[in-house]
């Protein structure tokens, strides 16, 4: 009694392993090629739900039917007028043909693999095909502020494009479409992530950009410099304008005082002679004695009439 029930437990879970070999799932995002032995056969499976194979003899191979990302490692390229860059580019493709596919680089590692190869060759042969300027710019949009430069190589920077980065990118979609057609991959889009110079061509730009900085800087301290003096020498001579037309004004203003008090005198001068007379001696007398002064003078003199008068009611 006891063997038979281990033998119907073996038989159920034999059953069980056949039935559960037997079924196989597909979801949305993926689809199936069946393998018999290791060989494809029938068409490969997209419908979603459960299937049927054959257990044990016949294995599911599970792809992806979503857009995949590949992005490669940055490589140095050299450009058409010879000039060493690093481009770092990606790409979103997906499996177009399972079963081609499948045959071909077998699964996501290999088709990554197959990839690399494929979209490094096609970028390193269209950017070999046009100048640098070409694989940097997009359109010859205007570049504003730019300031005053002499360096030859990066004139060619302001200079137009023919193409730009678009059409590139475009050439390598095209070569590497055609290649990846053959593994069941379809390619949508490549694009340029990232370029730049080589590390010792990248110092060498370096250098030139500070010495060009420099350059501009000088330059703009010399002609502020040179400002400077040209608003200094302007207040120099605004400042000596200012004082000749105020010394003008001024000899005018005093010429015209002293001429009307000339007048004033010669008019009081010619009403009373004497008074005028008898008043600048008193005035000479203030300017020029004082307490410690001591004059000889001839009882003759004019200077010393007043003194001796007593008709002016003063006393020697």
Known sequence: MRTRLIGVGIVVVLILAVLGGAFYTVNETEQVVITQFG????????SPGLHVKIPFIQKANHFERRWLEWDGDANQVPTKDKKFIWVDAYARWR????????????DERGAQTRLDDILDGATRKAIANWDLIEAVRSQN???EDLPEITDVETESWVSEISQGRHRITRDILRQASSVAENYGIA?????????????DVLEKVYDRMISERKRIAEKSRSEGQGRAAEIRGQKERELKR???EAYRRAQEIRGRADSEATRIYADAYGRAPQFYSFL???????????EKTWLVLS????????LKDADVGLSP
């Open 39 to 46: 060989k494809p056969i029938g068409d490969p499976v997209a």
């Open 95 to 106: 499996i177009s043909d399972p079963l081609l596919y499948f045959q071909s680089v077998r």
């Open 141 to 143: 949009r205007t570049l």
């Open 187 to 199: 390619l949508a889009d490549v694009r340029i992530k990232r370029i730049n110079y080589v590390q």
């Open 242 to 244: 200012i004082t000749s």
């Open 280 to 290: 600048e001696t008193l005035e000479s007398y203030e300017a020029s004695i004082d």
């Open 299 to 306: 009882t003759d003199g004019d200077f010393y009439r007043y």
